[in-house]
């Protein structure tokens, strides 16, 4: 049985990933902390405002779906992986995961 902080976080994951890759992606800013700023391969954000103007502009004009293929969680340690193929708008399926 998971625990209230382990079953929590599953849901907060979980929202996140039905909101960024449902029709209203600003909804994903209700789970980012304000001052959220991130460095990676596919764009570095200094804000939570950047950051959800990346990820619309990744949705609406390169996604055309996501196939959730796995939905992890570990009670040793909260955190709750999920593992998806992003399928972009040329039809090609590009692995995808987040915490």
Same mark, same amino acid.
Request: zero cysteines.
């Given at each position: 049985? @998971? *625990?209230?902080?382990?079953?929590?976080? +599953?849901?907060?994951?979980? /929202?996140?990933?039905?909101?960024?890759?449902?029709?209203? =992606?600003?909804?994903?800013?209700?789970?980012?902390?304000?001052?959220?700023?991130?460095? @990676? *391969?596919?764009?570095?954000?200094?804000? +939570?405002?950047?950051?959800? /103007?990346?990820?619309?502009?990744?949705?609406?004009?390169? =996604?055309?779906?996501?196939?959730?293929?796995?939905?992890?969680?570990?009670?040793?340690?909260?955190?709750?992986?999920?593992?998806?193929?992003?399928?972009?708008?040329?039809?090609?399926?590009?692995?995808?995961?987040?915490?």
């Amino acid at each position: 049985m @998971a *625990s209230a902080s382990a079953s929590l976080t +599953r849901q907060v994951v979980r /929202a996140y990933h039905d909101a960024w890759t449902g029709p209203n =992606v600003a909804r994903a800013g209700d789970y980012i902390a304000q001052d959220f700023k991130t460095r @990676a *391969s596919v764009g570095s954000y200094d804000s +939570r405002t950047e950051y959800l /103007a990346g990820l619309s502009n990744f949705r609406t004009n390169f =996604v055309t779906r996501v196939d959730l293929l796995s939905e992890l969680l570990s009670m040793a340690i909260v955190e709750a992986p999920l593992v998806a193929v992003v399928v972009s708008a040329g039809g090609h399926g590009v692995p995808s995961g987040g915490h």
